[in-house]
């Protein structure tokens, strides 16, 4: 399968703060990145659909203003939470869509957890 | 609005046992299917696609899909504490998105 990191694996942050989350594609290029969010013992929530080049998609209910997700190369994608709050805290993960001869398979980075004091 | 749906589980089996877990879709036009695997704390780590209908194996796992009835299904054979997470069923449809499920926690007994 194809190789999705993130960085950092784990965050802590006083509230108020602004934090940004890195996600790169390894070994291919991904001209769509996802982003979720996942609450614990909840299911996976997505957040926004991140394009290169372009801006990002978001889901109804995410304000695009607090969560800014920048695309700017094709292995790259990042997410900045600003002014956060305790309720921010979750676990965020991305993923990227891999197409190879005809067929999309999605790979989710390891996740980042953030905790906002 | 498009749907997938699993039963939350707790699915709980004993060691070397067949797990069947089970998925249904609501848009017919989907066209591809997944099973993710999502130990806790981790983020979910794709174990099986599918495409058409029947059955395809890949070691203990087997996933069955039956557009039809709109219905995907994953047995693990000889199941083994290891295998104790959360599954994640996955639909992508004629769009560039993909809709997840709820997930089914399974708990193989030792």
């Known amino acids: 399968g194809a190789v999705v990191s993130q960085h950092p694996s784990r965050v802590i942050c006083k509230s108020g703060t602004s934090v940004k989350i890195e996600c790169r594609s390894l070994?291919?290029?991904?001209?769509?990145m996802f982003w979720y969010r996942q609450f614990p013992k909840k299911s996976l929530m997505l957040m926004a659909t991140s394009n290169e080049g372009s801006k990002a998609t978001y889901e109804q209910g995410v304000e695009k203003d607090k969560f800014l997700i920048n695309h700017a190369s094709l292995t790259l994608s990042t997410l900045t939470v600003t002014s956060a709050h305790p309720e921010d805290s979750s676990f965020y993960i991305c993923?990227?869509?891999?197409?190879?001869?005809?067929?999309?398979?999605?790979?989710f980075g390891p996740g980042t957890r953030l905790t906002v004091l | 609005q498009k749907e997938v749906e699993q039963n939350s589980g707790p699915l709980s089996v004993p060691e070397g046992a067949i797990a069947s877990l089970n998925c249904t879709y609501s848009d017919r036009g989907s066209q591809s299917f997944f099973w993710y695997r999502q130990y806790s704390g981790k983020s979910p780590e794709l174990i099986m696609s599918i495409y058409s209908n029947g059955d395809k194996e890949d070691g203990r796992f087997t996933a069955q899909l039956n557009k039809a009835s709109q219905y995907v299904s994953l047995l693990i054979r000889d199941s083994q504490p290891s295998d104790s997470a959360t599954y994640l069923c996955?639909?992508?449809?004629?769009?560039?998105?993909?809709?997840f499920g709820p997930g089914t926690r399974l708990s193989v007994l030792p």
């Open positions: 996955a639909v992508r449809g004629d769009g560039q998105n993909f809709v």
């Open positions: 070994d291919f290029q991904a001209t769509t």
């Open positions: 993923s990227a869509r891999v197409g190879r001869q005809g067929v999309h398979e999605q790979f």
